[in-house]
């Protein structure tokens, strides 16, 4: 997830406190975050085994309020925000008219308002597209960032680590849901959410709790073998996990049921900005190229953007690479062309160096069952 070519403007504020514990940092969007701590790989299969924190501060959040949110809302994401109750989230997309994705972002329902949740890539031009429509109706739209500063449990012992954590007892939840709490004495907003394939937990925070609710699951954590993990390591566990990133792997020039997100989008909710893309895309049967696992049979590892071919005819290109930790084995996310992403379908890649052959298969790559913790 590192751009070394991206300027930097801003860095985590818990940079000292990560340094101290040996986090080596590089550009991601714009901030400069830790990427790791120790060995990468001890890192992502001590989250896949047990449990880790990383730090995610760098994305933002939007406040939406007023006697017409619900309607504003409802009419330019692409998931019922209508039928959104209290206590639960949901994910969801900005589209354009065409039906292409502006924005992946995720919905709270607060009871007298509704919170945005925004990738650090997307913040900003989410911002300017939302923030006009204030004009035009009762309701209000305010960038609360700052308040709702972002760290992440993410692993099997999480809930563990939440329980010990969380001022409160640690209630059921369902992915997306939410509920408020102590926090070394900070309140603190929880949501039950995986980005790692593993069972998650996000802890919002306003910026001046972040430093004490960081160091308290570091101490607590350490019951449960818990380390701090980087984005270098989220992004080996993310891929594993098929989950797409904003500008790598899905962008303006894809349509939204080709990112494979099915609870992304409500089929049965009124209009909304690009639902008649969306309608048409459904209703004609299939899309025109798909989001798409391959299992490459090669130790060779192929770059971003490398051609996938059926024989003689190209079929689409690769988006995300990882020699697998868990699996052992050189896997890709890529854009395939609709007659040619059905799970078991042979296929071949192209890189500089020459052919490598691949198979697709089902995503997630590393399946775990996340229920309720």
Not at 54 to 73: H, N, T, Y
Not at 247 to 270: C, H, P, Q
Not at 285 to 302: D, M, V
Not at 316 to 340: C, D, M, N, R
Request: hydrophobic share 40%; aromatic share 8%; proline share 3%.
């Amino acid at each position: 997830m590192a751009e070394a070519n991206e300027q930097i403007t801003r860095e985590s504020l818990l940079k000292n406190r990560q340094l101290e514990i040996g986090a080596r940092f590089d550009t991601s969007f714009g901030w400069d975050m830790a990427q790791h701590y120790s060995d990468p790989l001890t890192e992502h299969h001590a989250v896949r085994a047990s449990v880790g924190l990383i730090d995610l501060s760098f994305g933002g959040c939007l406040k939406v309020w007023g006697g017409e949110a619900v309607q504003f809302l409802n009419g330019l994401v692409s998931n019922d925000v209508k039928s959104l109750a209290v206590g639960k989230g949901m994910r969801a997309a900005f589209l354009t008219g065409h039906g292409k994705v502006k924005a992946f972002c995720r919905v709270l329902n607060l009871g007298q308002e509704f919170l945005i949740i925004n990738d650090p890539q997307t913040h900003e031009k989410v911002l300017s597209y939302v923030s006009p429509f204030c004009y035009a109706g009762d309701f209000k739209v305010e960038d609360v960032s700052e308040h709702y500063r972002l760290l992440s449990v993410q692993g099997p012992k999480a809930h563990l680590v939440m329980k010990e954590v969380c001022f409160e007892p640690l209630p059921k939840l369902e992915e997306h849901d939410w509920f408020e709490t102590l926090i070394a004495g900070h309140k603190t907003l929880v949501v039950r959410a995986s980005h790692t394939g593993e069972s998650g937990f996000d802890i919002f925070v306003e910026e001046a709790a972040l430093a004490d609710v960081w160091d308290f699951i570091l101490l607590k954590g350490q019951f449960h073998s818990l380390v701090p993990f980087g984005l270098k390591v989220l992004e080996s566990l993310r891929i594993e996990a098929g989950v797409p990133v904003y500008g790598v792997d899905i962008d303006e020039s894809n349509m939204l049921l080709e990112a494979g997100l099915d609870d992304v989008v409500s089929f049965t909710k009124g209009c909304y900005t690009g639902q008649e893309a969306v309608a048409m895309a459904t209703y004609r049967g299939h899309i025109s190229k798909k989001l798409t696992g391959l299992s490459i049979h090669a130790n060779t590892l192929p770059s971003p953007g490398d051609v996938v071919r059926k024989e003689e005819k190209e079929v689409g290109h690769l988006t995300s690479l990882l020699a697998s930790p868990t699996l052992g084995s050189t896997i890709a996310l890529a854009h395939i062309k609709y007659g040619f992403f059905d799970i078991g379908n042979n296929l071949n890649v192209v890189t500089a160096s020459g052919s490598l052959s691949a198979t697709v298969v089902e995503l997630p790559f590393v399946k775990n069952d996340l229920g309720t913790q």
